[in-house]
């Protein structure tokens, strides 16, 4: 496994856990202003889109 493969590795476990972490907090919606929510929706909607990107630009497989 080369280094690139290495660092995009990393960079979708950490992107995996953030999302788990954001739709968390998101169900907690009591503990956050209306603000707060709108960033953390606008985060988490940021973050699952760059992560379907990588993951289809690192797919090798069929209908995938």
Same mark, same amino acid.
């Given at each position: 496994?080369?280094?690139?493969?290495?660092?995009?590795?990393?960079?979708?476990? %950490? $992107?995996? %856990?953030? *999302? #788990?972490? +954001? /739709?968390?907090? *998101?169900?907690? @919606?009591? +503990?956050?202003? @209306?603000?707060?929510? #709108?960033?953390?929706? $606008?985060? +988490? %909607?940021?973050?699952?889109? /760059? +992560? $379907?990107? $990588? /993951?289809?630009?690192?797919?090798?497989?069929?209908?995938?």
């Amino acid at each position: 496994m080369n280094f690139m493969m290495t660092t995009t590795v990393m960079q979708t476990s %950490r $992107a995996k %856990r953030l *999302i #788990k972490m +954001l /739709e968390r907090l *998101i169900k907690k @919606d009591f +503990l956050y202003t @209306d603000t707060q929510l #709108k960033e953390m929706k $606008a985060q +988490l %909607r940021v973050v699952k889109q /760059e +992560l $379907a990107e $990588a /993951e289809a630009k690192q797919s090798k497989g069929f209908g995938k």
